[in-house]
């Protein structure tokens, strides 16, 4: 296995990791005004993940660098034809990073109730960009001989992307709603569950639609047919699983399964492009980028690897470090920050 390889595993990885820790995030950042009665049980919910949804967006950030340095012609292309659609989700982030640190400097519930649903729109567009963005990066966009996007912002808006975006704003919604489940406790958790079962038929079925829509507007079926149908089973028995598991109030088992989801629809994404890190839809063999045409030199590659064996496990010691000091449960008499 090559470090060109090597590097693409890692930061597929990396994207992983990010959307199985921002989802649950982005889930309860929606969920916020919409099963609360109270501001004791909107600040309960904010502080579930208040220790950790800014530790969780460095996933992002190293994914992002990791990009820019092993191919850097990816990062430009995707970047450049993306511009749009990452700065608003750009300013969403900036949005909802501010509201978590604003909503609670005054008592007004006006104020608080501004910002509760700046938090919500900070999170639900991410939330269904992310979507929209991966399945355009698999199902192919123009790509020209320059490795330059020649397209436009309508172009990622097509039937494919948009259900892949309103299953990753569900998935990611139902995903937060299972980590509310096991983390704080109260009356709320019943609503919770109300609603965990409500979405949960939705989620299988976009799930469904997705699999079936990716096999017609994708190359991926006939290039990686045994790994996406494996990929593909195993995500829908483990989405399946959920509604099941709530009824018998296994939580964590829950919550797991949604997570299993998540990671099974990333690792479909990456094993359906390898070795292709963008899909030309103007020249699939001939101008697609790949881990060979749009990477750095092999010299900054091994210089990078030879980094990332150093400070890697200390991030990863640090961040499950911070989980378990953070790992009680909330209740209406817990000590709350934001």
Same mark, same amino acid.
């Given at each position: 296995?090559?470090?060109?390889?090597?590097? =693409?595993?890692?930061?597929?990885? $990396?994207?992983?990791?990010?959307?199985?820790?921002?989802?649950?995030?982005?889930?309860?950042?929606?969920?916020?005004?919409?099963?609360?009665?109270?501001?004791?049980?909107?600040?309960?919910?904010? /502080?579930?993940?208040?220790?950790?949804?800014?530790?969780?967006?460095?996933?992002?950030? !190293?994914?992002?660098?990791?990009?820019?340095?092993?191919?850097?012609?990816?990062?430009?292309?995707?970047?450049?034809?993306?511009?749009?659609?990452?700065?608003?989700?750009? $300013?969403?982030?900036?949005?909802?990073?501010?509201?978590?640190?604003?909503?609670?400097? &005054?008592?007004?519930?006006?104020?608080?109730?501004?910002? &509760?649903?700046?938090? =919500?729109?900070?999170?639900?567009?991410?939330?269904?960009?992310?979507?929209?963005?991966?399945?355009?990066?698999?199902?192919?966009?123009?790509?020209?001989? /320059?490795?330059?996007?020649?397209?436009?912002?309508?172009?990622? $808006?097509?039937?494919?992307?948009?259900?892949?975006?309103?299953?990753?704003?569900?998935?990611?919604?139902?995903?937060?709603? /299972? =980590?509310?489940?096991?983390?704080?406790?109260?009356?709320?958790?019943?609503?919770?569950?109300?609603?965990?079962?409500?979405?949960?038929?939705?989620?299988?079925?976009?799930?469904?639609?997705?699999?079936?829509?990716?096999?017609?507007?994708?190359?991926?079926?006939?290039?990686?047919?045994? !790994?996406?149908?494996? $990929?593909?089973?195993?995500?829908?028995?483990?989405?399946?699983?959920?509604?099941?598991?709530?009824?018998?109030?296994? /939580?964590?088992?829950?919550?797991?399964?949604?997570?299993?989801?998540?990671?099974?629809?990333?690792? !479909?994404?990456?094993?359906?492009?390898?070795?292709?890190?963008?899909?030309?839809?103007?020249?699939?063999?001939?101008?697609?980028?790949?881990? &060979?045409?749009?990477?750095?030199?092999?010299?900054?590659?091994?210089?990078?690897?030879?980094?990332?064996?150093?400070?890697?496990?200390?991030?990863?010691?640090?961040?499950?470090?911070?989980?378990?000091?953070?790992?009680?449960?909330?209740?209406?008499?817990?000590?709350?920050?934001?």
């Amino acid at each position: 296995m090559d470090l060109n390889t090597i590097w =693409f595993i890692l930061i597929g990885v $990396l994207f992983t990791g990010f959307f199985f820790l921002e989802g649950f995030d982005y889930g309860v950042g929606i969920l916020v005004p919409f099963l609360s009665r109270d501001d004791r049980e909107r600040r309960l919910m904010i /502080n579930s993940i208040g220790p950790h949804w800014d530790a969780n967006e460095v996933w992002l950030i !190293t994914a992002g660098g990791a990009m820019f340095a092993a191919f850097p012609h990816w990062y430009a292309t995707l970047f450049s034809g993306f511009y749009l659609a990452l700065v608003i989700m750009l $300013l969403a982030l900036i949005v909802r990073g501010v509201a978590f640190e604003f909503r609670s400097k &005054d008592e007004n519930p006006k104020w608080r109730s501004t910002w &509760d649903w700046m938090i =919500f729109i900070g999170s639900a567009i991410p939330a269904l960009l992310w979507g929209v963005a991966m399945a355009n990066i698999v199902r192919g966009v123009p790509i020209d001989a /320059n490795m330059q996007y020649v397209g436009t912002f309508g172009d990622l $808006l097509n039937p494919f992307a948009l259900i892949a975006g309103l299953t990753s704003l569900l998935l990611f919604t139902l995903h937060g709603a /299972n =980590f509310l489940m096991i983390k704080i406790e109260g009356p709320i958790t019943e609503r919770i569950k109300t609603l965990t079962l409500k979405l949960w038929p939705l989620v299988i079925i976009l799930s469904l639609i997705v699999s079936v829509m990716g096999y017609y507007d994708t190359d991926i079926a006939t290039r990686h047919a045994v !790994t996406a149908l494996i $990929l593909s089973l195993g995500t829908i028995a483990a989405i399946s699983s959920v509604g099941w598991l709530i009824r018998k109030k296994r /939580n964590g088992w829950a919550f797991a399964m949604t997570g299993a989801c998540i990671v099974l629809f990333s690792l !479909t994404i990456f094993a359906g492009l390898y070795p292709r890190l963008m899909t030309s839809s103007l020249a699939p063999d001939a101008w697609s980028l790949t881990i &060979d045409n749009a990477s750095s030199s092999p010299y900054t590659l091994q210089v990078m690897s030879i980094i990332t064996l150093i400070f890697l496990p200390i991030v990863l010691l640090y961040q499950g470090w911070s989980y378990r000091v953070f790992r009680r449960r909330l209740t209406s008499t817990s000590s709350l920050e934001y």
